[in-house]
């Protein structure tokens, strides 16, 4: 046996392929592009738009972290995975499984989920240098609790992304994979939480990975806020997060084992109490806010 | 690993594609030193040495490797596998990554967990794959033989003390070929190396023992000057091929090489090569098994 050691593996080797793929993916020329993408338009939308009573309908705006992060984050995260086993027939004859180096993919959610907090922080600063009518949806008119909780769906949705980007990347294995995934997620996105927005059982739409809370300015110059409890439905796309994460190391057939599927059942568990939580707490029905005179179109 | 227990055993081990049968009945054993084996196309040399890289397993008989059974727990393939380096015959490489990257993240599946001795290890196989310059260059920019090399380093981490290398050799200059045989007959002085490859040059300069596979069967187990012995007086030097030989070309001196058959008019023994011994022995006449005793 050679003189070289050779360590046990452990926490230090999850975290040392923790830190290989986070570099890879914020590396990535996707996930970049769209990083790069989300803070030009929230630049543009701040500097542009001509409002003198600040920045309108703010707290729509984490959304737009969460689209252009979140979505290309999908199709880096699905390429890394992918990318990796191309050399399959060589990790795999490695000590660690497949298992194992899905968990080390996680870790690609890392920069999403710190781009997208910077988006977040930015969009405050802005919010706060700039400011906002005192009609809108923001911090004053709403319990600050509810407005970090909308403002942080940005990071998670960015690092949910990813991670459905390894699910993707682990189970799809043909050409268009993660383009088809991030069409599927919109449509599902879309038509899973329209037709509820302007209903009272609008809280019911918080199954949708990516509901939205703000409706923006309506013709007379309110704004919507739609029903749900935001914080709880944050804790819900983590638990999203998590499921895809399990999901993905359940495609290695030696990960399954007993305490594995137990994993996996209690994951799933919170996940449906949590959207019940979210739609059965914070706000029970709509809110509409004064109306802003100088928004309104009608 | 128990006194008298060779590093690879495998015995009646048998493999099936389908209706293809790529292994029929295999015993073999393997110990430390440089093993080459040869064979044509579709022989059952990849799939022998993809079942002792722990990469598929086998329908039938029985797999001992490092004095374990690969089949029995994750624990014993884990175990075998710390001890185990491979090159597939087609690896696939992750574009992004720099050859020095890659190497890493392997090094990271295998257990390389302190970052600095991780370093240090990857450097020093890269340089034996003679690739110290071209670390930081990706993947996706080096050549065809650069590449290989990236492969073979990562089948050198951690000094294994069982190296399988499927045609290590593809792609490779002369130059970088007399690199690879000093590397590997270093390393086949501590480890047990199985190389398969269609050079039969490199075996001969390499490797002390030659297993011949043809038809997923072994034709031949033994040392490589036992293999080319059986040649002798079969091989000449002729003005003219021979009409009824095995196999004959025209080499650079204007004269023909002629092997097996009838000796030509005229013709000068030869001295054989292990080309012609496997041409010979995989020729149409060579149809039982040969082991020396």
Redesign the interface.
């Known amino acids: 046996?050679?003189s070289?050691?050779?360590?046990?593996?452990?926490i230090?080797?999850h975290r040392?392929?923790a830190v290989?793929e986070a570099r890879?993916m914020a590396?990535?020329p996707v996930f970049v592009l769209g990083v790069a993408l989300g803070f030009v338009l929230l630049g543009l939308y701040v500097v542009l738009v001509d409002d003198k009573t600040g920045i309108p309908v703010a707290l729509t705006l984490p959304l737009l972290g969460a689209f252009y992060i979140g979505l290309t984050s999908v199709i880096a995260a699905a390429r890394?995975t992918r990318?990796?086993e191309?050399?399959v027939?060589?990790?795999?004859?490695?000590?660690?499984t497949e298992a194992?180096?899905t968990l080390?993919l996680a870790a690609a959610g890392i920069p999403p989920f710190l781009a997208g907090l910077v988006f977040s922080g930015a969009l405050v600063v802005a919010v706060k240098e700039i400011g906002v009518a005192p009609q809108e949806w923001w911090f004053g008119t709403l319990p600050d609790w509810q407005v970090w909780s909308i403002v942080l769906l940005c990071p998670v949705a960015c690092l949910d992304g990813a991670l459905l980007g390894v699910l993707t990347g682990r189970w799809l294995r043909f050409r268009g994979a993660p383009a088809m995934v991030v069409v599927a997620l919109i449509v599902v996105t879309l038509l899973g939480q329209a037709p509820l927005l302007e209903t009272s059982s609008s809280e019911w739409r918080l199954w949708v990975p990516w509901a939205i809370f703000h409706t923006g300015d309506n013709a007379d110059g309110t704004q919507t806020l739609i029903a749900g409890n935001p914080a709880a439905y944050l804790c819900y796309l983590l638990a999203l997060g998590a499921l895809a994460v399990l999901g993905a190391m359940w495609h290695d057939r030696?990960a399954r084992t007993p305490r594995f599927r137990t994993l996996v059942a209690a994951v799933v568990a919170a996940a449906l109490a949590l959207f019940v939580l979210a739609a059965t707490t914070g706000n029970h029905d709509n809110r509409v806010s004064d109306p802003i005179p100088s928004r309104a179109t009608s | 690993m128990s006194a008298g227990t060779s590093t690879v055993e495998l015995t009646g081990v048998s493999k099936r594609y389908g209706r293809t049968r790529a292994l029929a009945g295999v015993d073999i054993a393997f110990d430390r030193g440089v093993t080459g084996l040869l064979g044509p196309n579709g022989a059952g040399k990849t799939t022998l040495l993809r079942i002792v890289a722990t990469s598929i397993g086998a329908d039938s008989g029985e797999v001992r490797l490092l004095g374990r059974d690969p089949h029995r727990s994750h624990a014993d393939v884990t175990a075998v596998r710390r001890e185990l380096g491979y090159l597939p015959q087609e690896l696939g490489y992750p574009s992004d990554m720099t050859a020095f990257g890659f190497v890493e993240y392997v090094a990271v599946l295998k257990e390389w967990n302190d970052r600095e001795a991780r370093s240090q290890e990857v450097r020093r196989v890269l340089d034996a794959a003679g690739l110290a310059d071209q670390a930081s260059l990706r993947i996706s920019r080096l050549s065809g033989g650069q590449r290989r090399r990236v492969g073979l380093a990562q089948a050198l981490l951690g000094d294994p003390r069982l190296v399988v290398l499927d045609e290590p050799t593809t792609g490779l200059d002369p130059a970088q070929r007399a690199d690879l045989r000093r590397t590997l007959s270093a390393l086949g002085h501590r480890s047990t190396v199985l190389l398969s490859t269609h050079q039969t040059e490199d075996v001969a300069a390499l490797c002390e023992r030659v297993v011949v596979l043809a038809g997923g069967t072994v034709r031949f187990d033994g040392a490589v000057t036992d293999l080319v012995a059986t040649a002798v007086g079969q091989v000449w030097l002729a003005d003219e091929p021979g009409d009824d030989a095995l196999v004959s070309w025209r080499t650079g001196t204007g004269r023909h090489h002629v092997v097996g058959g009838v000796r030509p008019v005229g013709a000068d023994l030869a001295e054989p090569t292990l080309e012609d011994a496997y041409l010979l022995m995989l020729g149409p006449d060579a149809q039982r098994v040969h082991t020396p005793s």
């Open positions: 046996m050679s070289l050691s050779m360590p046990a593996s452990g230090a080797g040392a392929m290989i890879r590396r990535h890394l990318s990796t191309v050399a027939e060589a990790v795999a004859t490695a000590p660690g194992r180096r080390g030696t």
